[in-house]
């Protein structure tokens, strides 16, 4: 869609940790996961990161309509009545920002600064997409399935509806579900009420939001969201490839007690327990999460698997000496992937997947 | 509490428009409601405001006790289980942050820098305060109640658990709710669970979640968040006087679609129909909305109150021409009182009740 509008331009450049009004107003308008939640298998609702490029669309479940068409040889509508009536699913699924950590990220993309916080995990509840495709069949020459949502707006001048694409051998391999619900409640609006997909392992763009529209195309799909953004790129012209899969990450719950502006933690000497959780995509399981006390590294202990797309716990005890301290968790994967202590380049902040740190002042029991 | 740490000392000067990476972090973890949700008469689940000083406890609401203790002739303690016995209450209740438009004030306080979007109606659901303070029945010396939560952690080097006061005859006239559920549902851990007050047409602050204790006492309270933040002040060194009930206030539904990055909105020319809500505290009903086009304003048209303690909803119709635009939204209470157009001067940035502003970018149909 073009742009029939004088769309202001994005900012070219940023300063290391300097943001303007804009990205404050991002920031407080979408919202990271509490840390503290950590301790959780399930993510409380509402306290799970959300990130929205566009308005939440609040939209009539009654009269809702999901669309299989395009190249299928046997299009149809569905109901979320309909939908509900299918075989239902419940799964706790990890999800991720793929500019989670941009902060980080020198020089930093101008779009939403996310810090550590954009990563949770709700029990989402739906059904299997699989069978509903089979049902619509696509046809020999069909190549993709778009994804597209209710919520419509621009970036850098372009208007669209929010979509997304997975090729059919990539579909093949993911156990998409189609969601209507989240933490034993209906679907949330901001969440993407009445529906949505949950891709597992993938990160969150290819989670489409209130989801309208699947259709079979037979070329790859050129929306926005697929070959403009959501790509690794080294520098601004560079082509790119495309984000998919999570990339191993670890968080602690920060311990002790905060400075209500710093963030800065405060605990007191002697033995802390410290936890927190594990994740990678593609379904890869956790081998391995370590603690580091200002560059040394400690194996932590693992307490399990919430699911097979969810986070691992894990905890480790910490003999903390007065002084201040710079606390780092990083995981590794059973692929052997392991969390770097630096953050890796990308021209857009995505994939930022290094240690977290935390820094902690330790006082005199 | 005095403070074992060398806690780190908040910045002494901002500039405008300017943020760091701590006010960055705090934007991100502090989440403002969602401006398209004004459309609702009650906030959804999740999409309300949050500003929490230290971290969310994550308490056990079976073992959970409220202990009524100090100046009482005849202290007690309530379980969970008790107080969902007693008489039961639902009512939607406007709430909002004090800080709430903070970014707008210049020189800005180091703090949360809250934009436009710190405030939401949810439908509370518990007991009735006043029955229980009865039956506690505060001694003859007893001046204030103070109310303590379980949350924990450090200002300006001062640890202390947040708590607030209410003299008694500021209790007389208020409808202060002890609650435990939210929007049909249990109350969530981030909103306060498993119990809190909320205290109808004052500013957030004084609406204590995690709630553990409430206690007569024969002296002013002297709380870090009672004497020390919360005031309005002309300068640093300035006593100042509390920040007690909501000054009038409204905000609108963004009309349009957004551009991510910037949030600017683009309409197509034509009629717009622009919709939000008013408010005020203490009660005090809402007599007037204007909408203001370039510094032309017209009268909206107001259409219901959500309750006695809630906001007000209006509508009115611009007739929108192409270019750049500026919406504003300015109400009026049954005092008199109407929103300013610059923001109110505030040494720490609260009660910022200036006319909410929004760029609009308009395109020829």
């Keep these: 869609m073009s742009n029939p509008f004088q769309a202001p331009a994005p900012k070219a450049t940023t300063t290391d ?216 790129r080294e520098h601004a012209e560079d082509p790119g490839r495309p984000v998919t899969e999570i990339r191993v990450k670890s968080l602690m719950v920060p311990p002790g007690a905060p400075d209500w502006v710093s963030r800065a933690r405060l605990v007191t000497a002697g033995a802390v327990e410290v936890q927190g959780k594990a994740w990678s995509g593609g379904g890869r399981e956790i081998v391995k999460v370590e603690l580091g006390v200002d560059g040394h590294w400690q194996e932590a202990e693992l307490t399990g698997r919430t699911g097979p797309y969810a986070w691992t716990g894990w905890r480790a005890t910490w003999h903390a000496e007065p002084g201040a301290h710079l606390l780092q968790c990083r995981a590794t994967d059973a692929s052997g992937a392991q969390q770097p202590l630096e953050p890796p380049w990308d021209h857009s902040g995505f994939g930022n997947n290094a240690a977290h740190t935390v820094e902690v002042h330790v006082a005199q029991r």
């Design 17 to 232: 940790g300097v943001y303007d009004d804009a990205e404050r107003a991002l920031a407080n308008r979408n919202s990271g996961t509490l840390l503290e939640t950590l301790a959780l298998d399930v993510t409380p609702t509402g306290a799970h990161y959300l990130l929205t490029h566009f308005d939440t669309p609040i939209l009539d479940a009654a009269s809702h309509r999901l669309r299989f068409h395009g190249a299928f040889e046997t299009p149809f509508e569905l109901t979320l009545d309909e939908i509900c009536a299918l075989p239902q699913v419940t799964m706790p699924v990890t999800l991720e920002c793929a500019g989670n950590g941009r902060s980080g990220v020198s020089p930093r993309r101008y779009s939403m600064p996310w810090g550590y916080e954009a990563a949770g995990t709700y029990e989402w509840t739906g059904t299997p997409l699989a069978p509903l495709l089979a049902r619509a069949a696509p046809r020999a020459e069909a190549v993709e399935i778009t994804f597209t949502g209710a919520d419509f707006g621009y970036d850098s001048g372009c208007g669209h509806y929010f979509g997304r694409s997975l090729a059919l051998e990539q579909l093949e391999a993911l156990d998409v579900l189609l969601v209507h619900g989240m933490n034993g409640l209906p679907l949330l609006p901001q969440h993407g009420a009445p529906l949505r997909i949950v891709v597992p392992g993938w990160y969150g763009m290819a989670s489409v939001k209130w989801l309208t529209d699947i259709e079979a195309v037979t070329q790859p799909y050129q929306g926005y969201q697929q070959v403009q953004t959501y790509r690794y």
